[in-house]
């Protein structure tokens, strides 16, 4: 079953948080925060899990597939706050970074006022510790019967696909992926590992996008503008991710173009992040990778460290600064100073939550309220540049017949708007596709085939008896099943009996035949004895001294009804082998004794 | 509602409600309702519809949308409901059937719109809010709502379907509480009617067939006895004990999973603990009759509490200790076995049959470690725990950490399936090491203290081990070498200790160069805790410094990992605490020189790319500080003046803060020192050498170099930064000018300088904004104008200023008004792209 608490509606973001259970095991795919509230909202409700006992207890592990918030926000306030104690995995690179992410949005919380119940450096670390980093395609022993296996996303440097599998059940999660290669990252790519069920994220599939090619060209175009006139931009960024992808795009363009404009990343963070790009070259696109030997792409020639007193330096200029949403630290500073002149520009590159400068800008407000009653006047220009790479509809669709999944769940979409998508999925590759609302709890029967081992013994003596093994005809073949530690074994019923130390028992059914007889008991005996010998001519039917009747291994007696002593009650019973006979001879009796012959 | 609010609602209702709007983003939406319920629950009069009647408008507009966005139609749901609770809104919205229309069988519920999940969500949310008087109660109960609550108990999403159950028991309350006129009691069981309905319906449902049903009862009767501790609800429970009690006793319906919490959340209310006889009868037989696993969180809940019978008490603790007794047992020679449980108590069979299946065993003892360690957490302080015999289960719990390790493969066929189960397994090492630290606070457990240390030495020496079990290896490590500190105080078994030590800090030693960072950092962290804890042991000091730790924790300053190097900057602050500062200080060999390592750290704070290590790095001085382990006036002053020089310009703005405190403690220390007042009211031994040391105090700040950096972080982009800064300046102030001296020194100032301060309270003023930092021609440095400074500069004005929220804007309802309308008529949507 899978249950997402997921975000809301709308253009809503944040909090990817699904929980799904394969063949007992309870696994957590990412954990991520919401951006948009102060309170306890921005983290998944927990409870939700498991109403009593720990989640350490009740969870496997915990998978995160990228560094981004949305995905990883909320990891060390489960972990360290709420008390998860076990194994958490994510690649290499993710486990590097996500710490980065983690304590620049820490920094950011903390300034301000009135945050209370959010994690503290030492809690990112203590998290940390827990990770288990996976390399791409290895094959990870979560325990016994749980393995789970990393596969390229794109998406971001490091994001990972995950399949996870236990016994022959298995569901891939996407994460977010991206199926097209882009300037530092390459396209997702997973094998046809024929997953019962693919957990694909739809952020994109309703929206018709510009080819990424025309997004760079116009914001290179902006920016050189810009420029030109002697203007400044402003870049407000994270970290990581995607001030990388820009960093690049500028600095080729400033090197193809000869411009002397000064490019300044702000906060010393650009290094760390570099060297992270550095060190994790192979996840990064062909591309890149190939030109490594000559030059690395990530020492950038026009784009040096910035400090605060540059910002009131006469001259154009282009500057990324943290944080992204312009809601406080240095962007926002930058942004104060800058934005009363119309010859400057701000682009974001990414979404910013309601209340944060960011948002207001991007919603055309022009004059905002600053603190103490100031009003900032925004002359400067406004745009906004998406640049973060999802798969569009195309692209699941692509994913899904690499994957070949048995059905199909769509998470981070809006229900109304995907139900083309979803009828898409069903017609052209006939499974089954769902878009649980969050909360809702999705379950997925399969079919699994379970492996059973066949004792030799039990195995020579059907060849024994003339059944050879042939592929095309299945045999059905009797034996005693034995269930042990998740295993299961046919044997032999005597090999059994001696494994598991028992006793044979014999099973014997019994049934009573009302017959109307007056006679003596012993004459009613008699002519029961007749009536078989006459029936079942190629049996041995036996009379006993002791008055009863034997065929094989039934036994008959009759006693007399304790009310009705015209009625006589044969007590008829058999052994499982004779089965066929005991239900034989007893619908023989219950029709009655033939008519008297003496 | 301010008025600039007022005059942007009504737009904003009509953006709402206008269907060719795209969708307002949920967040605003959410912010919008929490601003609704702050509102309301301020002024619950009927004042904010009568103001605002573009509140009333958009109900009704939405109501006569024939196809609403789900989204909008959820958040008009929930507005209505905090809206309606307060009756005499609840009338005004009731003149036109606004709720009914809303809420009742002709409203959403009955529409296409209530396959969506956020609809029925947002039903159920506005009937909880407005359930706070009689007429939404009758709303609900005659208008054949409560039959949609029940069905929704069972809802195909869980947010839908929980807050069902607890929208039950708030209207089971409200209707006993605000319905009845005489108390409920057992003879004449005159339910008002709502809860009646309610009742019964539980009631039907225990007795139904249907395990979901039952289940639906059984968690609504959780809730409610577990919020509601009124003596009405016994009578309740004694209408449907019957019912519960066969659940236990039958296996026919799979409901004992359900039993424990229940019962747990009744023996909490007074009303059931305080009762005698049935109540507890039923809890001992579901101690007993539940499995293991369901009963343990009702072992460990029943054990907590006070009031607890003691029977009750000893059934509950068995639970508990039988898989650790099953353990022991198993480990053990038959004639040797001193076990934890009496074995008239114990009946072992099915805890042997979970513990010697692979599919149960690691997760019953998982289960059984937390809650011991839950238990023995919560009775930390007392030091002692009745019944418990703390030995038996030290003994127990060494027992698993050596089968876990392979270290004991015992000849009994339950041990020798333990052995093969828990060999290498994480989760049940992680949990036992975490109770065998709580053990140490035990008294009790002396006497296995020796081989205890052999245990953990194995899990610290072995490779095999996992970090995080490592870490918490190195956690018990430190709370039994502390208790072996002790001990060996009262026993003087020196000797034994000495050995100890010098095998943790051997198997340190090598956990300090292991590959792995985690390991690293978790030694290191390890270290500190035990010098933090062992600093004041002679034993415990001289073992660390004839070891190699210190040389190679040194070493692990210039480690590629910066948290690493963070810790490796704590550690060597802490051992220069027992290397030079103490003053019984062993002399060493001239490695371990208080100038090097001060030099090292300061080196760092200059250079290290990374903000962990330089944030350690000020943390550390500031502890030194705090110690005294500076030297002198002179020396602390200059050293001070060096760490704030290269703080100053630091890019992390935790730094910079760490700069500032240590100028705090640092003034504070002064002022001690020179025996001047802390505060200005402080009686003075003697005006004229207390002036006399006033001036002397500000040389020293002034030759220190505090005043620049003070004032600069005013103007510093991270707010807390300028507070702080502030906060500092504003106590140095009140210092120099106690209340009532003059502070215009106007007279005896030159111009120029009466002139440049004048210009820094200007740039001051433009806040984070200023340009050219420092100002021209202040001399920070100047006694005298650093004391012109603090008289004139309004600091108070600038405090007020700089402690209003940076977000106060971001939280306003303007500003959500704001944004909600900026976004209406935005064609282009920005795409949810986040990072």
């Known amino acids: ?598 | 509602m301010t008025r600039e609010c007022s005059l942007l609602l009504p737009r904003v209702c009509a953006a709402l409600a206008d269907p060719r709007q795209p969708g307002s983003d949920d967040t605003c939406l959410e912010k919008l309702l929490d601003w609704f319920r702050l509102l309301t629950k301020f002024d619950p009069g009927v004042e904010l519809l009568q103001n605002n009647p573009c509140l009333t408008e958009f109900i009704t507009s939405m109501l006569a949308l024939p196809e609403p966005s789900p989204s909008i139609l959820s958040f008009t749901l929930r507005l209505a409901g905090i809206l309606a609770a307060s009756e005499n809104c609840f009338q005004h919205l009731q003149q036109e059937q606004l709720l009914v229309r809303l809420f009742g069988r002709d409203g959403p519920l009955n529409s296409a719109l209530w396959k969506d999940a956020s609809v029925r969500s947002g039903w159920v949310n506005g009937v909880h809010s407005m359930m706070r008087h009689q007429p939404a109660l009758h709303l609900l109960c005659h208008g054949g709502g409560i039959d949609v609550i029940f069905t929704l108990q069972g809802d195909s999403s869980l947010f839908v379907s929980s807050a069902a159950s607890q929208l039950l028991v708030d209207m089971l309350i409200l209707s006993v509480e605000t319905e009845t006129t005489k108390p409920v009691s057992t003879k004449d069981c005159d339910w008002p009617a709502c809860a009646q309905m309610i009742i019964k319906h539980i009631e039907d449902s225990l007795q139904s067939s249907s395990a979901s049903h039952i289940e639906q009862s059984l968690k609504l009767l959780t809730n409610l006895f577990g919020s509601c501790r009124a003596p009405w609800t016994e009578v309740l429970w004694l209408n449907i004990a019957k019912q519960i009690e066969s659940f236990l006793m039958e296996d026919t319906v799979q409901a004992q999973h359900m039993l424990a919490d229940l019962l747990l959340r009744m023996a909490w209310s007074p009303v059931f603990c305080d009762s005698e006889g049935s109540f507890w009868t039923l809890v001992t037989s579901a101690l007993e009759r539940l499995t293991p696993v369901q009963a343990g969180p009702l072992a460990v809940g029943l054990l907590k509490l006070y009031k607890c019978p003691q029977d009750v008490r000893i059934q509950a603790l068995t639970v508990l200790l039988q898989p650790m007794d099953c353990i022991l047992r198993a480990a053990s020679q038959p004639l040797e076995y001193t076990g934890l449980l009496d074995e008239s108590v114990s009946d072992p069979i099915t805890v042997e049959g979970l513990l010697s299946s692979k599919s149960s065993c690691a997760s019953l003892l998982c289960q059984t470690l937390a809650q011991l360690e839950e238990l023995l957490s919560t009775f930390r302080e007392e030091k002692t725990f009745r019944d418990l015999p703390c030995a038996s289960l030290l003994r127990s719990i060494m027992t698993i950490l050596q089968l876990c390790n392979g270290f004991l493969s015992p000849a009994s066929p339950l041990g020798s399936t333990l052995s093969r189960i828990l060999i290498n397994c994480f989760r049940v090492q992680r949990s036992a090491l975490d109770v065998l630290a709580e053990l140490s606070d035990l008294r009790g457990c002396d006497t296995l203290i020796g081989s205890l240390f052999d245990v953990l030495l194995a899990y610290l020496e072995s490779p095999n081990t996992n970090p995080t079990v490592l870490k918490k290896a190195f956690q018990a490590t430190c709370k039994w070498l502390v208790r072996l500190q002790e001990l060996s105080y009262s026993n003087s078994q020196w000797q034994h200790t000495e050995k100890i030590l010098k095998d943790v800090f051997l198997v340190l030693q090598k956990r300090l160069c292991s590959p792995c960072w985690e390991v690293r950092d978790s030694s290191l962290e390890f270290l500190t805790d035990m010098i933090k804890c062992l600093s004041d042991q002679d034993e415990f000091r001289q073992s660390l410094l004839s070891s190699e730790v210190p040389r190679l924790t040194e070493n692990l300053l210039e480690d590629p990992e910066s948290y690493v190097r963070a810790s490796a900057v704590t550690a060597v602050g802490h051992l220069a605490f027992i290397a030079y500062f103490a003053p019984e200080s062993p002399v060493t060999g001239n490695q371990y020189n208080k100038e090097n390592t001060a030099a090292k750290l300061q080196e760092i704070l200059s250079t290290d790319p990374e903000g962990f290590p330089r944030r350690a790095v000020i943390s550390i001085f500031i502890e030194w500080l705090s110690q005294g382990c500076t030297g002198q006036l002179e020396d602390t002053g200059q050293f001070v003046s060096r760490v704030i020089q290269t703080v100053q310009h630091d890019l992390d703005w935790e730094v910079r803060l760490g700069g500032l405190e240590l100028i705090q403690d640092f003034c504070h220390q002064t002022f001690c020192q020179l025996g001047l007042p802390q505060r200005p009211d402080d009686p003075v031994s003697s005006a004229v050498t207390s002036s006399i040391r006033e001036s002397e105090s500000l040389q020293i700040f002034c030759r220190a170099k505090l005043f620049s950096f003070l004032f600069r972080s005013l103007c510093d982009c991270d707010k807390t930064l300028g507070q702080r800064a502030c906060r500092i300046l504003l106590d140095l102030s009140n210092h120099f000018y106690p209340l009532g001296t003059p502070r215009d020194l106007d007279e005896t100032v030159d111009l120029p300088v009466r002139h440049s301060i004048a210009c820094l309270q200007r740039t001051l003023r433009q806040g984070s904004l200023a340009q050219n930092f420092p100002t021209d021609g202040v001399d920070f440095e100047d006694p005298e104008s650093m004391m012109l400074a603090l008289g004139t500069i309004d600091l108070i004005e600038l405090y007020d200023e700089l402690n209003k929220s940076s977000d106060h804007v971001e939280k306003s309802p303007q500003s959500l008004l704001q944004d909600i309308l900026a976004t209406v008529g935005t064609v282009e949507e920005n795409e949810a792209d986040c990072y």
């Open chain 1, 1 to 598: 079953s899978v249950f997402c608490w997921g975000a809301g509606a709308g253009q809503d973001v944040g909090r990817s948080c699904i929980l799904v259970s394969i063949a007992g095991k309870n696994v957590m795919l990412d954990c991520g925060m919401h951006m948009g509230y102060n309170d306890d909202r921005r983290f998944p409700d927990f409870s939700y899990i498991t109403q009593n006992g720990r989640l350490t207890d009740f969870l496997d592990c915990v998978i995160i597939s990228h560094f981004h918030l949305d995905h990883c926000g909320a990891l060390p306030y489960f972990s360290e706050m709420v008390g998860y104690d076990g194994p958490i995995y994510m690649t290499h690179p993710t486990k590097a970074i996500c710490p980065i992410l983690l304590e620049d949005y820490r920094k950011i919380t903390v300034d301000k006022k009135g945050e209370i119940n959010f994690f503290t450096s030492q809690m990112i670390k203590d998290c940390m510790k827990k990770v288990v980093a996976v390399h791409l395609h290895q094959t990870v022993q979560v325990d016994e019967e749980l393995e789970i296996k990393a596969y390229y996303a794109g998406h971001v440097l490091g994001a990972a696909m995950f399949q996870i599998k236990v016994g022959c059940e298995s569901v891939v999660y996407t994460g977010d992926y991206n199926m097209t290669p882009d300037r530092h990252l390459g396209a997702a790519w997973i094998d046809k590992c024929r997953p019962d069920l693919l957990i694909s994220e739809s952020t994109y599939a309703t929206t018709i996008r510009d080819s990424k090619r025309c997004r760079e060209r116009d914001f290179l175009k902006k920016v050189h503008e810009t420029v030109e006139r002697g203007g400044k931009v402003l870049i407000p960024v994270f970290a990581l991710g995607r001030a990388q992808e820009l960093c690049i795009l500028l600095e080729t363009f400033w090197e193809r173009m000869n411009l002397k404009a000064p490019i300044y990343f702000s906060t010393g963070l650009t290094e760390k992040a570099n060297h992270y790009y550095k060190l994790f070259i192979t996840w990064t696109n062909q591309k890149i990778r190939k030109t490594f030997v000559q030059r690395n792409m990530f020492e950038f020639k026009h784009i040096k460290a910035f400090d605060r007193a540059f910002a009131d330096n006469p001259g154009p200029m282009v500057v990324f600064a943290t944080p992204g949403m312009l809601h406080a630290g240095q962007s926002l500073q930058i942004f104060k100073k800058w934005a009363g002149n119309e010859k400057n520009m701000v682009i974001m590159p990414g979404y910013c939550v309601q209340g944060t400068v960011g948002h207001k800008i991007l919603s055309g407000q022009r004059k905002l309220e600053m603190e103490g009653r100031q009003i900032l006047e925004v002359k400067m220009q406004v745009e906004y540049m998406s640049f973060s790479a999802h798969a569009d509809a195309k692209g699941i669709m692509q994913l899904i017949r690499q994957a070949e999944p048995r059905n199909v769940l769509l998470v981070h979409g809006e229900a109304k708007k995907m139900e083309f998508l979803k009828q898409k999925i069903e017609q052209e590759f006939h499974v089954n596709c769902y878009m649980p609302a969050n909360g809702e709890t999705t379950t997925i029967f399969t079919n699994p085939s379970i492996p059973v081992d066949i004792s030799l013994g039990l195995l020579k003596r059907e060849t024994a008896i003339g059944l050879l093994p042939d592929v095309k005809k299945p045999q059905l073949m009797h034996g005693t099943l034995i269930m042990k530690d998740n295993s299961f074994r046919l044997v032999s019923p005597e090999q059994a009996l001696k494994e598991l130390g028992l006793a044979e028992h014999q099973l014997r059914f019994t049934c009573r035949v009302h017959i109307q007889d007056p006679r003596k008991e012993h004459e009613t005996v008699l002519r029961v004895y007749n009536h078989l010998k006459g029936v079942l001519k190629d049996y041995s039917v036996q009379h006993l001294p002791d008055g009863s009747i034997t065929v094989e291994s039934i036994l008959i007696q009759a006693t007399a009804h304790s009310e009705d002593q015209g009625t006589k009650v044969l007590l008829v019973s058999w052994t499982y082998q004779d089965e066929e006979l005991g239900s034989y001879l007893t619908s023989l009796l219950k029709k009655g004794l033939p008519p008297s012959t003496s």
